[in-house]
């Protein structure tokens, strides 16, 4: 297919002749996803369209979607149904849903009966097959479903790699090193929508970790539902992934995620410390301090296993900022349950938490669980999590204050510039005396010298001088 196709001036769009036709992308959920977005957007550019964030504007409208909790799906059908207006003015317009949502038969089904104006719907195994689907739906009535069960024939390389890309930032960048996972916490759906684990070989993620390199990315996040377990065929692990990443000339950070720490090796955690582009920051998900919510959730640690992987850490690599994940009100959950998470939190002093509400998923082992945790008792305790947690990242970041820090800058809005730590803390700063009249780019390294410390972010000023580093200990 090309742009012909879609014929500019024809109504379509309301282009003006001559113009590129539009598509518009709205991407749910995880970094995984963004990636997949990031590969939908390059395929889209290779059939000569534009990008643009106007519903309005668009010959086609991609959702890639997200299920891992209900009100990821909520949102999803609540932006869907707002559509149907907008297809019943411009019947050319191409509604395309993809992603993990698009997995589950449920959803399929729901789809077909109250949203009948989708045109396409894909799902998380063939990403590269949108251009043939976009030209399928052009040529044929109804809805074109392709959902594949599973990864695509090992002959084809098995992963979506080497599709085009076009990145939305110019100076960092995911990576997928491997795809789907295999743990089936029983919570999660993930390994139902996204497939048994397959790793992509070194060589390859190298090739492109050096392509980005070159292009000016200066930081890559390797991505992986659980990086740990990353076994390529005759190829070594993570961790030798990691130094051989860590070697790529032109990268200044390298992150990761996501870490099961019951898969975090001694290995990983010396070649975390010994690789000076390996960011100071882990992303460790807990779940609950719970030893008993634990093993109902399948993860495979105890309360105390979890404490004790968190000071071999610290031992190794001072100062490493450790993020996480926390579900409440699994099926079952107690207060005293419940107060193991608070005192897991208290003594890990995460630098920063994702936290949930516990959301049923169809077909996931905990959704039959007995004992269910009211609304009211969750909803009281996410908030007594929250408390906890959003006084203890307050004292570590009000203990930086006077530091000088080294930020990527990321973006630039009313004379305020943001950035990000080594290890993963935001500042919003001033550019400082010696900048140069437009302060610092996007991509580039500043050092920041912090004035307040607030709970959710830094605030700083670009420091002029090259005194007062910081490397105390905050923990
Ligand atoms: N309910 C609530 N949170 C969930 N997560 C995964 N599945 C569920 C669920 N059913 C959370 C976990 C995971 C993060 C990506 O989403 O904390 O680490
Ligand atoms: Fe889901 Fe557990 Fe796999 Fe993470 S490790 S994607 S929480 S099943």
């Known amino acids: 297919m090309n742009v012909e196709t879609f014929p500019s001036g024809t109504g379509a769009s309301g282009l003006t002749a001559g113009a590129a036709p539009k598509f518009m992308c709205r991407t749910y959920g995880c970094q995984m996803n963004s990636r997949d977005s990031e590969k939908i957007a390059g395929m889209m550019y290779a059939l000569g369209f534009e990008e643009t964030s ?37 019947p050319r317009l191409r509604v395309a849903l993809c992603g993990c949502m698009i997995q589950q038969d449920i959803i399929v089904e729901k789809i077909k009966s109250a949203y009948s104006f989708v045109d396409i719907l894909f799902g998380t195994f063939n990403l590269h097959r949108l251009p043939q689907l976009l030209r399928d739906s052009l040529e044929t009535e109804g809805m074109v479903i392709d ?24 100076y960092k960048s995911g990576v997928n090193i491997m795809y789907g996972c ?47 377990s990353y076994s390529p065929a005759g190829a070594a692990g993570f961790p030798e992934l990691l130094r051989r990443v860590n070697e790529v000339s032109g990268l200044r950070r390298v992150r990761f995620m996501t870490s099961h720490p019951k898969d975090l090796s001694p290995a ?173 780019v996007p991509g580039e390294f500043v050092d920041v010298k912090i004035t307040e410390g607030r709970a959710h972010y830094l605030i700083g000023r670009q420091s002029d001088d090259q005194t007062g580093s910081y490397d105390g200990a905050i923990f």
């Open 147 to 170: 959902i594949w069960k599973e990864p695509v024939p090992k002959e084809r390389g098995n992963t979506p790699d080497g599709l085009p890309t076009r990145r939305r930032h110019a």
């Open 268 to 440: 990983l955690i010396r070649a975390m410390a010994e690789c000076e582009k390996v960011c100071r920051h882990l992303h460790l998900p807990l779940q609950s301090g719970s030893t008993e919510i634990l093993r109902r959730m399948n993860r495979g640690y105890t309360k105390e296993g979890y404490l004790s992987l968190i000071s071999a850490l610290r031992g190794e690599i001072p100062n490493i900022a450790l993020t996480t994940d926390i579900i409440v009100g699994f099926p079952g959950e107690t207060e005293e349950d419940f107060r193991d998470t608070l005192e897991v939190v208290d003594r890990a002093r995460f630098a920063n938490a994702f936290t949930f509400l516990y959301s049923p998923r169809t077909g996931t082992p905990a959704a039959g669980l007995p004992g269910r945790v009211p609304d009211a008792v969750a909803g009281k305790r996410f908030n007594a999590l929250l408390d906890t947690l959003n006084k203890i990242i307050l004292e570590q970041n009000t203990r930086l204050v006077g530091a000088k820090l080294e930020v990527m800058t990321e973006e630039e809005k009313g004379g305020i510039f943001t950035g990000r730590t080594e290890d993963n803390r935001l500042v919003h700063f001033t550019a400082g005396k010696t900048a140069s009249a437009a302060g610092p």
């Open 182 to 228: 295999n743990n089936f916490c029983s919570y999660c759906i993930v390994p139902y929508v996204r497939g048994r684990e397959r790793s992509r070989h070194p060589e390859d993620i190298l090739e492109e970790v050096r392509a980005l390199a070159a292009d000016g990315v200066r930081e890559v996040m390797l991505l992986g539902q659980n990086v740990n």
């Open 54 to 90: 106007d519903e309005r504007a668009a010959d086609i409208i991609i959702f890639n979607t997200c299920c891992v909790r209900e009100n990821a799906e909520n949102k999803i059908f609540g932006h869907l149904g707002q559509l149907k207006a907008l297809k019943a003015q411009k």
